[in-house]
């Protein structure tokens, strides 16, 4: 429903993170955006009332490995300062600048990429400078 669409999720971060926002994209849902993230950690809550499939962007380079609630999700091999967002709902990597395809860089299985109700640990290793991710809550 449309006051579904207007609640922003509660979202809590591990330390030295450099800014945080939030923004919605055609008055729909939410998206959370951690520029700058020196911190590896985030904890997102799904307040819907099933299952999420977020889509998630990393801005780095190198390995990266991304967890969420303590199981490791995928390995993802970017090149310098690269960009890539992982459609869970679709299943698909891909630039969203050039919309190259980018599922060879990514290693694991989109199954594994969902938020529970209620709190959710994001975790990630290697150099990340910037993390988004939307579509966090979902209601049936």
């Not at 429903?1 to 971060?13: D, H, M, P, R, W």
């Not at 591990?14 to 955006?33: A, F, I, M, R």
């Not at 985030?42 to 490995?65: A, C, D, E, H, Q």
């Not at 310098?80 to 990514?106: G, P």
């Amino acid at each position: 429903t449309q006051e579904q669409n207007n609640v922003i999720n509660s979202i809590a971060l591990e330390s030295g993170t450099n800014s945080l926002y939030l923004e919605k994209v055609n008055g729909v849902s939410p998206t959370l955006k951690v520029s700058y993230a020196t911190s590896d950690s985030m904890t997102v809550r799904n307040i819907g009332n099933y299952l999420s499939r977020p889509k998630i962007t990393l801005y780095g380079n190198g390995t990266i490995n991304l967890y969420i609630n303590n199981s490791q999700v995928l390995k993802i091999d970017l090149d310098e300062n690269t960009q890539i967002t992982i459609d869970s709902e679709k299943m698909e990597a891909y630039n969203a600048e050039t919309l190259e395809l980018m599922n060879r860089q990514v290693t694991g299985n989109y199954e594994n990429i969902k938020l529970n109700v209620g709190k959710n640990v994001i975790k990630w290793d290697g150099y990340v400078t910037r993390f988004e991710i939307s579509n966090f809550s979902r209601w049936i």
